[in-house]
């Protein structure tokens, strides 16, 4: 069983930054890729980006260019660097974990973006 807690989110200005954090703990050693999936509202969970334990990341077109998936060197984390924030950016984001028995999810952390 893997657990993931999420911190990072909040109020941003458009045009402006923020950093998504999440902390794996639990079997760690089971984890294949990790993430950062968003579901605004009304809307369907969508992926955001996605890496790999040999760092191949993959990114939606919406995040291309503008976000960065990147892990700790313990592989026990994953962090979402946003830049460049718009309004549609806006929704709950979750951090998910590939593991060889099942996928994981964090619990979310709210990223607004608003003037």
């Known amino acids: 069983q893997v657990q993931l807690v999420e911190s990072g989110g909040g109020l941003v200005q458009p045009g402006g930054s923020l950093r998504l954090s999440c902390a794996a703990s639990?079997?760690?050693?089971?984890?294949?890729?990790m993430g950062w999936y968003r579901q605004a509202p009304g809307k369907q969970r969508e992926l955001v980006a996605t890496?790999?334990?040999?760092?191949?990341?993959n990114y939606a077109d919406s995040a291309k260019g503008r976000f960065t998936i990147f892990r700790g060197n313990a592989k026990n984390a994953v962090y979402l660097q946003m830049i460049s924030l718009k309004p549609e950016d806006t929704a709950v984001y979750y951090c998910?974990?590939?593991?060889?028995?099942?996928?994981?999810w964090g619990q979310g952390t709210q990223v607004t973006v608003s003037s």
């Open positions: 998910h974990a590939s593991t060889v028995v099942r996928d994981c």
């Open positions: 639990g079997s760690i050693f089971t984890i294949n890729a």
């Open positions: 890496i790999t334990n040999s760092g191949r990341t």
